[in-house]
């Protein structure tokens, strides 16, 4: 079974484009970050991603106060993306833990600034994004999901990302490929 890949959707790149065109059109950027510190290895139980997240310490960091060795670990940010994102204009949320903004202050710090239109991207397709995207649309935002500016797995049982596309069309308000999110955020027609 064939899906799309981050390398195959271009995903890197088109996340780097909405992060440059929401910086120069001066639309406030937000990061829900994923991380795992030391006490949520300690969890009773796990679902079959967070166990294989847990045991390769995948987003793993030291301690919600300390940033020692976060720098090139597994929860840092791309190298391409820390100017954006440590730019001090972007909203670093509180980390999720599972998949969705639930257990974060993502909708919080979007409503304390008046937002309630989100250009949403991410890595992960069927897992985070789609999570995101749901949360968002139950808490009465209106969210376009940009189609290649994600990606996702594929596993024997199916396609993530082919799953994921499925539910945006279905629930986002709009389903826009990168080029036309810069239109969007741009102003063009």
């Known amino acids: 079974m064939v899906g799309k890949s981050v390398k195959a959707n271009n995903t890197v790149e088109n996340i780097d484009t909405l992060f440059k065109t929401a910086k ?7 990061v829900s970050p994923h991380y795992y510190y030391p006490h949520d290895h300690g ?3 796990e679902g079959a991603l ?8 995948m987003f793993d960091r030291k301690g919600a106060l ?3 060795g976060f720098e090139g670990s597994g929860a840092d940010w791309l190298a ?6 440590n730019d001090g204009h972007t909203t670093v949320t509180s980390p999720h833990k599972v998949y969705g903004p639930e257990t974060n202050d993502l909708v919080l710090q979007l409503r304390k600034q008046g937002i309630d239109k989100v250009v949403l991207a991410g890595m992960s397709a ?28 594929q596993v024997e049982e199916g396609d993530g990302y082919a799953a994921a596309l499925v539910n945006f069309r279905y629930m986002a ?5 990168t080029e036309e999110a810069r239109k969007a955020m741009e102003g063009e027609k």
């Open 126 to 153: 069927n897992l985070c994004t789609e999570s995101h995207m749901r949360e968002l649309l139950e808490q009465g935002f209106e969210v376009a999901v940009v189609s290649d500016a994600t990606a996702a797995a």
């Open 50 to 57: 967070e166990k294989l997240m847990h045991n390769i310490g």
């Open 43 to 45: 969890w009773k139980f």
């Open 24 to 30: 120069a059109q001066g639309i406030p950027v937000f």
């Open 80 to 85: 391409r993306y820390k100017p954006y994102i």
């Open 173 to 177: 308000n709009t389903v826009w490929t």
């Open 66 to 68: 300390h940033v020692e």
